[in-house]
């Protein structure tokens, strides 16, 4: 999990908190992103979907500033959340020890920190207690990742596959806080697989067709 604040831009548009515009990546010879562009609003989610392989996490770590493009710029207004596919925990600290880490980076007080980091936690009906990372469930684990991402209320969440090892009242509960932070006016980009799951979403980037995302039409 990283929290951080890219840059502070004008907006491009009114209540565009993400904009990723002309991003090409290549490792080696292969060519992963060719020309992608991504705006997200205020309010708004965006899945990126598409085949293994074809760019997904490299799009998301490249907005969040993690992986540099070849060519293209990122701005983001405001700050940013990011969740990891995994890793992202700390194996001997407390889930109250990483809520407190990530508050201290959003200026926030312990006592603070902590109750944000609980209250998101009961959101997904976890009530962390007194066991380090390494001994949590992978899926609690990605359920102290996905908090981490929220403490703060950043303005742009990006959240590459969170609900991996989560049970189905969990992944209920987990689109039901994406829509409470949609409602709170996020900017949130998803990675998934679930194509079932894309009338939960306003917009997406399939990055096994496209360069530039298509509306549901979901609003
Ligand atoms: N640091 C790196 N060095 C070299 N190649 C990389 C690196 N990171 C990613 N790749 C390659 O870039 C391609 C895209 O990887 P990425 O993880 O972004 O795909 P993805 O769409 O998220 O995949 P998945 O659906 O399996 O999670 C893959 O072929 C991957 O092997």
Redesign the pocket.
């Known amino acids: 999990m990283l929290v951080t604040t890219l840059c502070y831009v004008p907006s491009v548009h009114q209540n565009v908190k993400l904009y990723a515009r002309g991003i090409t ?1 290549k ?2 010879r ?1 060519t ?2 060719d020309n992608v562009h991504l705006a997200v609003h205020a309010g708004e989610i965006t899945a ?1 979907v ?12 490249i907005c969040a500033g993690l ?1 540099s493009p070849d060519r293209g710029t990122v701005q983001v207004h405001g700050t940013l959340g990011y969740c990891p ?1 995994d890793g992202g925990t700390v194996d001997f600290l407390l889930p109250d020890e990483h809520f407190t880490l990530i508050g201290a980076g959003r200026g926030l007080s312990r006592r603070a920190s902590r109750a944000a980091g609980r209250a998101h936690a009961r959101a997904l009906d976890w009530e962390p207690g007194q066991v380090q990372a390494r001994r949590l469930s992978g899926g609690t684990r990605q359920k102290l990742n996905l908090v981490m991402a929220g403490i703060g209320e950043p303005d742009v969440l990006l959240l ?2 969170p609900y991996q090892g989560f049970d189905r009242g969990t992944y209920l509960d987990f689109w039901d806080q994406l829509h409470a932070w949609r409602d709170r006016g996020k900017a949130i980009v998803v ?1 998934t ?1 679930l194509l079932a799951q894309l009338d939960r979403v306003d917009t997406v980037l399939d ?1 096994s067709r496209t360069t530039t995302p298509w509306r549901t039409g979901h609003r």
């Open positions: 990546k490792f080696g292969r992963v992103l990126i598409g085949a293994n392989g074809c760019g997904k996490s490299t799009m998301l770590r992986t596919q590459d596959e990675v697989h990055l």
